[in-house]
């Protein structure tokens, strides 16, 4: 069974920074990534990360955020710098099963950033 277990969310304020982790496990996993959702809008590609480690930005986190990955461990993170309230969503990981093509995803933890 394919599992995907985001943490490290929470509140934070603006120009702070948060680090989140994906634990993912059940198969292996090619490219791996975060997605944000913000309250009434669609959920958007925040960065990737190949199992090469070839990264992949939104133009909003460049130079604020890093994507890592263990692939030991099969895990994701994402370290946020430099937080501002645009950046407040929910925070999904995704992955892609290597032998299916298939894309998983966790259930997502919120990321608040207010003073």
């Known amino acids: 069974q394919v599992r995907l277990v985001e943490s490290g969310g929470g509140l934070v304020q603006p120009g702070g920074s948060l680090r989140l982790s994906c634990a993912a496990s059940?198969?292996?996993?090619?490219?791996m990534g975060w997605y944000r959702q913000a309250p009434g809008k669609q959920r958007d590609m925040v960065a990737t990360?190949?199992?090469?480690?070839?990264?992949h930005y939104t133009d909003s986190v460049k130079g604020r955020f890093t994507i890592s990955r263990d692939n030991a461990k099969n895990t994701v993170y994402l370290q946020m710098n430099i937080l501002n309230a645009d950046d407040t969503a929910v925070y999904y990981c995704?992955?892609?099963?290597?032998?299916?093509?298939?894309?998983?995803w966790g259930e997502g933890t919120q990321v608040t950033v207010s003073s």
């Open positions: 059940g198969t292996y996993f090619s490219t």
């Open positions: 990360i190949t199992r090469g480690s070839t990264t």
């Open positions: 995704s992955a892609r099963g290597t032998f299916d093509g298939r894309d998983y």
